[in-house]
């Protein structure tokens, strides 16, 4: 059973253009445990353009499946990773201009910094995953830092059509297959919608998948407990 984790950043979006106090990111994360999500994602990005420090700890306090927590590897987010102490957290690039996170990690340049961020997350007890695209010198880099999970990025996969695709998803099949042979987790995520997720949780290694906008999109029109139960429907899970 491939596990599903709802990123629920887009609600504190919305709340967030605003200024104001709704929509609640605290309530979305009860609601899509409550509609059956394996995890609650966030992304605590260093600008704080959405999710902020309180609502990092509330739902911290809240979610009762488990917490993925998406941050850069600065150590001001080291610190707060530590305090907050989430089931897993994921490292992401960040740039500042971005609209979202355009591809993964590139760990041909990772100072020796992020060796030790890996191992003091982990001494820890918080499962440490890299978010990086479908290249096989990038797991095996991932590998010799000793992350425990890797995240493959999907967005190609998801923006391709046709032939591209098919190729797309091949390269996912194989770096699935290369990150558990190296004995860690293999996630996926980002772009994946109501379509596209079936081919990628048919991939026999993907554990687990992290899916926000399209979840949120669609709860716009159905609500949050419609929107996760049709992708758990749509990832064969019901």
């Known amino acids: 059973m491939v596990r599903l984790g709802v990123n629920i ?36 990005r260093e600008d704080r353009r959405h999710i902020q420090n309180r609502d990092a700890r509330i739902i911290r306090e ?3 499946s488990a917490l993925n927590l998406e941050m850069a590897g600065t150590p001001e987010m080291q610190a707060i990773a530590l305090g907050l102490h989430p089931n ?29 961020l890996v191992a003091t997350l982990g001494g820890a007890g918080i499962k440490v995953c890299a978010f990086l695209d479908p290249d096989l010198d ?20 998801a923006n391709a059509t046709g032939a591209a695709r098919i190729e797309e998803l091949k390269k996912i099949k194989d770096v699935a ?15 994946l919608d109501y379509h596209n997720v079936r081919d990628i949780v048919a991939v026999p290694e993907i554990e687990e998948l992290n899916i926000g906008h ?6 716009i029109f159905t609500g949050l407990d419609r929107a996760v139960r049709d992708m758990l429907v749509a990832m064969g899970r019901l």
């Not at 979006?13 to 929509?23: D, L, Y």
């Not at 590139?106 to 992020?114: C, E, I, M, N, Q």
């Not at 095996?140 to 990025?153: D, K, P, T």
């Open 9 to 44: 950043d887009h609600v504190a979006t919305v709340r967030e253009a605003r200024k104001t106090i709704e929509p609640d990111p605290v309530a979305a994360a009860i609601a899509v445990e409550l509609a059956g999500a394996d995890q609650v994602t966030i992304h605590l």
């Open 62 to 64: 809240v979610v009762r």
């Open 88 to 116: 897993s957290v994921t490292l992401v690039p960040e740039k500042r201009e971005e609209v979202t996170t355009e591809g993964g990690l590139d760990l041909r340049t990772a100072s020796p910094a992020v060796a030790d």
């Open 138 to 157: 990038q797991i095996r880099r991932a590998a010799s830092l000793r992350f425990q999970a890797v995240e493959i990025h999907t967005g190609r996969y």
């Open 177 to 191: 297959v290369a990150i558990r042979h190296m004995g860690m987790g293999v996630h996926a995520g980002h772009g």
């Open 214 to 219: 399209a979840i949120i999109s669609r709860a």
